[in-house]
């Protein structure tokens, strides 16, 4: 465990060192990856699909804040749908415009959650998403989660709205609005992965800020757990075919990824723990204060090795300078 600790001060020294370098370079790596998930799900226009285009974004990235890459997103998305059906480009912008009205002006992570969610559905990794995004951002975290989750299937559903529009002799007004509308509106998948989700981004939010030292590893069990018997009781409720197997493995590699995070963020030491209270004219206060564990850095002591010559040099010196005195002692000493 000490070794461990000692690593993880390492870290955290060498990203304060380069901090200034490492930043710039995660976003620009993330702006890329998330723009070329976004262009494969949804893949219409081929003049703005790009990669050089997204080069340049990325690129862009580096001095604008996290949120340019919610904005830039959306405006991809949006381009692409364009060449699909302007009113499910409409519906789209309907579901970003709440979600930015919702949280995203607040906060610059709820932007980062919406364009992640749907992502981590397109790799097939969803549920590793509920747990974390409860414990990194918060109750806040439930709405950004919803949004992204609606505009996964919309990516879903644009499909088969593109071939009915392909097929169909006339252009019939609102026929792709409502379409899509019909097929996000009937599809009972997409409510038990809504409700789960929410629910479990909700408990896990609640469960990480109690005032208990443990609280992360109840988030971590009771979270992963809850989500498991949700999805499993939607599977059976309402025949729903998606593979359980899954959703348990991704479970358990979701309490790996929190305790990870929790590692990094600082684990308490509860044999040090102590409790206080004081009070003021208005208020009493307790509080509970746990340490984080942490190992000191070993300071390297370095040992100057002199040469024989220089050592044996200084014994000549010495001895002369123990003659002159034992000669001016005598008397027969130089003058």
């Known amino acids: 465990m000490a070794q461990l600790i000692d690593l993880k001060e390492n870290i955290f020294a060498f990203y304060r060192k380069n901090g200034v370098y490492i930043r710039p370079a995660l976003k620009v790596v993330l702006s890329f ?23 340049v974004i990325s690129a862009m990235q580096a001095v604008m804040p996290i949120s340019f890459i919610f904005y830039v997103s959306a405006i991809l998305i949006a381009g692409n749908l364009w060449i699909v059906s302007p009113e499910i480009m409409f519906v789209f912008l309907a579901v970003i415009a709440a979600c930015w009205l919702a949280v995203a002006r ?29 414990m990194v951002v918060g109750i806040g975290g439930v709405l950004p989660v919803a949004g992204g989750i609606m505009i996964y299937y919309i990516s879903l559903y644009t499909r088969e709205v593109s071939n009915l529009l392909a ?19 009937i599809d009972r998948g997409l409510l038990v992965i809504m409700v789960s989700f929410c629910l479990v981004v909700f408990i896990s939010a609640v469960l990480y800020r109690m005032f208990h030292e443990r609280a992360w590893v109840f988030t971590v069990i009771i979270g992963n757990v809850a989500l498991a018997l949700l999805l499993l009781s939607g599977r059976l409720i ?21 305790g990870i995070y929790q590692f990094f963020r600082g684990i308490g030491d509860v044999s040090r ?15 509970k204060a746990v340490p984080k564990i942490k190992v000191s850095l070993t300071e390297r002591s370095v040992t100057r090795i002199q ?29």
């Open 33 to 55: 990856l998330l723009l070329l998930f976004f262009s494969k799900m949804f893949g219409y226009n081929s003049r703005i699909n790009k990669i050089y285009i997204f080069a």
């Open 238 to 258: 309402f025949e729903l075919d998606y593979t359980i197997w899954r959703v348990f493995l991704e479970c358990i590699l979701a309490v790996g990824i929190a």
């Open 106 to 134: 607040m906060d610059r992570r709820y932007t980062l959650l919406a364009v992640l969610t749907p992502v981590l559905f397109f790799l097939k990794v969803e549920y590793l998403l509920p747990v974390a995004a409860g």
């Open 307 to 335: 040469p024989e010559e220089s050592s044996s040099n200084e014994e000549d010196d010495g001895g002369r300078k123990a003659g002159q005195e034992t000669g001016e002692q005598d008397g027969t000493g130089e003058t």
């Open 167 to 185: 097929t169909t002799s006339g252009n019939e007004t609102g026929l792709g609005m409502q379409r899509m509308i019909q097929l996000l509106s």
């Open 273 to 287: 723990m102590e409790k206080v209270t004081f009070e003021d004219d208005e208020y009493i206060y307790y509080v």
